[in-house]
């Protein structure tokens, strides 16, 4: 398979990938585990498989939203939709392609960089499309609030509340927290992708306990939350204020993936059977039974991953004097 060429058994195999990551975008769930099959591809082919997977995956994603809207295509703002609705599937897509071809990265935290940058300059790119359109920008804005108001409405009609402003503040929470958003879908994919592939691999257990952010990263994590607290006091722009929210809440998952893997080491001394899988497993299920402990064990974590730029909480010489960080 070195030439790339697919033999016919192998060619089905690519298209059931497609068909099932196609499957998966279409279930409110499923949908987050979309790249999932195309990644699983990058293994047993060349990567240009893997690319051009991935490129048929998000056709028959844009051919299902235009078929969708098919009496309505006439209209300019039809396609505004249709680009607003792409941005999580083609992110997705663009960060997983640059993941898999960046294998050869000097440290995982660079190659996590790298593989979000396509999510930043897609965000920027619809940002400065919508600052140049305006007037789209405020319909798209209405039509989502809109939308979102419908849902709330009835949950709160007992009660006579007023869920047009409510309904506006959601919106702009989620549009804040869509990088975010982006990154802990990419990166639990990408997590679970790899496990997979290196299963009982002692050497992928060392490169998960021994992640490591740079010693720099702490100045970009408490320059960004400083702004964010400005921002509760000095009136700005949301152009402003929603990106950097966004990315401050990016800088902390960061460091919540180093709070994982200081959680992975400590649990590991214990009980030295314990893989980072299952470990990530029973985190998530705990999550799913118990709600409520969500945001406790992210800020656990994130502050975790934070505390170690000061004290030392993996003695990482016990496990391996490489650095695999």
């Not at 021994?210 to 720099?216: H, K």
Request: net charge neutral; proline share 4%.
């Amino acid at each position: 398979m070195n030439d790339g060429k697919l033999e016919k058994g192998d060619l089905i195999r690519v298209g059931l990938s497609v068909i099932c990551a196609f499957i998966l975008h279409e279930i409110p769930v499923g949908s987050m585990f979309f790249v999932l099959p195309l990644l699983m591809l990058d293994k047993r082919y060349p990567k240009k498989i893997t690319d051009t997977a991935c490129v048929a995956a998000l056709v028959l994603v844009l051919l299902r939203n235009i078929l969708f809207s098919m009496d309505i295509l006439n209209q300019s703002l039809t396609w505004v939709f249709i680009m607003v609705n792409m941005f999580i599937p083609l992110s997705l897509v663009l960060c997983a392609v640059v993941w898999v071809n960046k294998d050869d990265a000097e440290s995982i935290f660079l190659r996590m960089v790298y593989s979000f940058i396509p999510a930043v300059i897609l965000f920027a790119a619809y940002g400065i499309f919508f600052a140049v359109f305006s007037d789209m920008a405020s319909v798209v804005a209405a039509g989502y609030t809109e939308m979102i108001n419908a849902i709330l409405a009835p949950l709160f009609a007992s009660a006579g509340v007023d869920t047009d402003i409510f309904a506006f503040l959601v919106m702009l929470t989620i549009v804040s927290m869509l990088l975010p958003f982006l990154f802990m879908n990419l990166y639990g994919i990408v997590y679970i992708y790899e496990a997979i592939t290196h299963p009982g691999s002692e050497e992928f257990e060392r490169k998960v306990m021994n992640f490591r952010i740079p010693d720099f990263f702490i100045y970009i994590f408490l320059g960004l939350w400083a702004l964010v607290l400005l921002f509760y006091f000095v009136a700005v722009p949301q152009w402003v204020s929603v990106p950097v929210l966004g990315f401050a809440v990016v800088s902390m998952l960061f460091y919540f993936v180093q709070g994982f893997a200081i959680a992975c080491y400590n649990v590991r001394m214990r009980k030295p059977d314990m893989t980072s899988f299952r470990l990530a497993s029973w985190l998530m299920l705990i999550l799913i039974i118990f709600q409520v402990v969500n945001l406790i064990l992210v800020l656990g974590l994130s502050f975790a991953g934070v505390l170690e730029n000061w004290v030392n909480l993996r003695k990482r010489k016990e496990f391996s004097n490489e650095d695999y960080s």
